[in-house]
């Protein structure tokens, strides 16, 4: 056989007939058109590719937090879990081929890519996020999300857990169950009671119509001068201890009436709840603070929502907390199991509406959440859950915003995710 093959004899042959070496130059042009050819292949492919991870991310982020919802439903535990990371592992081939049928076909270039791609799912499981999601919800989140439009009800509905009313010692919850169905009228008589409304209101849903009723909740930052020791005179002003007090952080030497007096500046955020139409103050401030509860009554010198800075007036000692009505909110465990709440309300047949607008013609009532289980007239995407499907209807700011609901609550979650419960990994590997 003279260990010649098949492929070495047609390369002599064609030698012969004076045409291989024009065909090893086409093929080399036909490899190098071969090869921006494949480029072009590649970007596209990658941008598919990153596209189609990302509505994975979606889907999976979208059920597991439904899911979650549900065993909250049933009082069972909550599990959580994230796709950490999405690898994709491309191959590039490029070159050029020979038709042997036919000597006169030719060289045609080609281009084979190929995907493999592996992904990584982190349980979330650990301590650090476990205390995330136990932590309440810092109280800045309210103003920044008021700032993005949300509605108030929806606000205060979602994020906070109760009100306390500091002289009573009365605690008004916020308890699903204790929704009924109400009409307008009767709506309206349990927001003018308020805190003291009695069944079949629902007292905090009063509290939250009393709170909106007027107007949207606003929100001001100013500087707050609380006094520190008594008044100074000119004399002791200029005292060594006193000079070096004020040069502490965020401690001030000012004016106070006759003399002089140690404040120290804090920077305050207040809620503004409107009053009546005329009454006077147009406004009830509200402090926000870190610790609980997060949101309470301060005394109403000044005018803390119009004020850049205020001096408080000195307090004795052991005097009695200002009066009024303190928030506490919840944290992101706290919101789930809510919604569980809510959503077995809404099975037990009772729609648990919320109010939307300032204009009480023109306000829409849609539901806060609901998750269907056959399709709503616009679906948006369903997931299975214990051998059944439940549906997820398009945000309607008129009759349904259990998507809004969803897309804060994924925000709020995501709020509690620590960089180390998440692999790290966030790149698209190449391989050519």
Known sequence: MGGRGPVARWGAMAGRHGFGRAARGAATLAFLAAAPLAACSLSGTVGRHSVAYNSSVEAAT???????????????????????????????????????????????????????????????????????????????????????GLPDQLLLHLLVSRFDEGASGRSIVNEPHERRPMDAAARA?????????????????????????????????YTRLTPIGPRLTAAEAKAPHVLAAAREPNVALRPDGPGWR?????????????????????????????????????????????????????????????????????????????????????????????????DASR?????????????????????????????VAEHDPEEDMTLSVLALTTQLLNLQKSADEIPSSRTLRLVR
């Open 62 to 148: 979208d059920t597991v937090l439904v899911l979650n919802v549900l065993r909250a439903r049933d009082r069972a535990p909550l599990h959580f879990s994230t796709l950490g990371a999405i690898h994709g592992a491309f191959s590039l081939f490029a070159g050029a081929g020979l038709d042997l049928s036919s000597l006169r076909s030719g060289v045609e270039p080609a281009a084979l890519a190929g995907s493999s791609p592996s992904f990584d799912v982190a349980p979330l499981d650990r301590q650090d996020f476990a205390r995330g999601l136990l932590k309440p919800l810092d109280p800045g989140l309210f103003r920044l999300l008021s700032d993005r």
């Open 189 to 221: 008589r349990c927001a003018e009671a308020a805190a003291a409304a009695q069944p079949p209101c629902d007292r905090f849903q009063a509290v939250v119509d009393s709170l909106t009723r007027h107007g949207r909740l606003l929100f001001n930052a």
């Open 262 to 358: 140690l404040f120290r500046e804090v920077e305050q955020i207040v809620i503004c709840v409107p009053s009546a139409p005329g009454a006077v103050p147009r406004y009830t401030a509200l402090a926000l603070d870190n610790d609980a509860p997060q949101v309470s009554a301060l005394p109403q010198a000044g005018d803390p929502c119009a004020a850049d800075e205020i001096a408080d007036a000195p307090t004795p000692a052991g005097h009695a907390r200002t009066g009024g009505l303190s928030w506490y909110l919840r944290s992101v465990d706290e919101i789930l199991t809510y919604l569980g709440a809510v959503q077995r309300r809404e099975e037990e047949g009772v729609p648990y509406r919320i109010t939307v607008g300032l």
């Open 363 to 391: 306000a829409a009532t849609p539901r806060l959440f609901r998750l269907w289980p056959a399709p709503p007239a616009r679906p948006r995407f369903s997931v299975e859950y214990r051998g059944a499907r439940w549906w």
